[in-house]
């Protein structure tokens, strides 16, 4: 048995032998990577890797850039104050939440979206203008809406800081200053609206806890009571489309 296996063991080594110069033979020869320049920076090239960092952390950027150069800030906090308000815990969910302030971020931002495609990337991407003339000319829409919404305050408060006194137009603004700005006024506006809101629920609460603490029933709990009066006013009034609706018609436009 043993002389059987080792004379199998050597026909297939040597079969191996026979095969391995034809394998050689048909494996194909890889060429080397060149090296690839992609773009420059003055006289010096980017490379590949490093143009893709570069890419890689713009795409990061992105959600930062939604929450502080958009209509969402205004809209998420107006959305999760209105919650609170009604004391349905997280219902809606956060998911939903976001999900209506992505949508109605959208249908408030497409005009200024637009005008910046038409205006300066597009023909960018065409070959009609340079990227710093398109930058210019994209990037106008976008501030012409956030100096909409920015209180004098807020931007006066934000230029001292960066040691400015007066700007001599909108175009003067530095882009630091005028988010900055930007992110104030729009917490500001949000809460404002926020109360607002708060104001017909409180006074659901205040009359639910009354008539509880007039029938003696005071280890009842009120929330609990008044949450369905809550609901069944907010669904009366239509108190989605209207709230929807006025966040959309706060935006000053352009």
């Not at 690839?36 to 990061?60: E, F, H, N």
């Not at 700005?181 to 926020?194: C, N």
């Amino acid at each position: 048995m043993s002389s059987r296996l080792l004379r199998r063991f050597a026909a297939l080594v040597a079969l191996a032998c026979l095969l391995l110069p034809s394998l050689a033979w048909a494996a194909p020869q890889l060429p080397s990577l060149p090296g690839v320049t992609v773009g420059q920076i003055g006289d010096a090239p980017v490379s590949l890797p490093l143009q893709t960092l570069l890419l890689m952390t713009a795409i990061t950027l992105i959600p930062s850039m939604l929450l502080v150069l958009t209509a969402f800030t205004r809209i998420i906090v107006v959305l999760a104050l209105l919650r609170q308000a009604m004391g349905t815990g997280q219902t809606p969910s956060n998911q939903v939440l976001v999900g209506l302030a992505l949508f109605l971020t959208a249908l408030v931002m497409t005009p200024v979206w637009e005008a910046a495609w038409t205006n300066g990337f597009g023909p960018w991407l065409n070959g009609e203008l340079e990227f710093r003339a398109a930058w210019d000319l994209g990037s106008a829409p976008l501030r012409a809406f956030m100096l909409a919404q920015v209180r004098e305050t807020d931007l006066m408060t934000f230029a001292g800081l960066a040691g400015h006194s007066t700007y001599a137009g909108p175009e003067e603004v530095p882009f630091q200053v005028l988010v900055a700005s930007f992110v104030t006024s729009e917490l500001k506006t949000a809460f404002e609206i926020g109360f607002l809101v708060f104001i017909p629920f409180i006074i659901i609460d205040l009359v639910v806890a009354s008539v509880l603490m007039s029938m003696g029933m005071m280890m009842l709990s009120p929330m609990l009571v008044s949450a369905p009066f809550k609901i069944l006013l907010f669904v009366l009034v239509d108190g989605w489309v209207l709230t929807v609706g006025t966040l959309a018609a706060s935006f000053n436009a352009v």
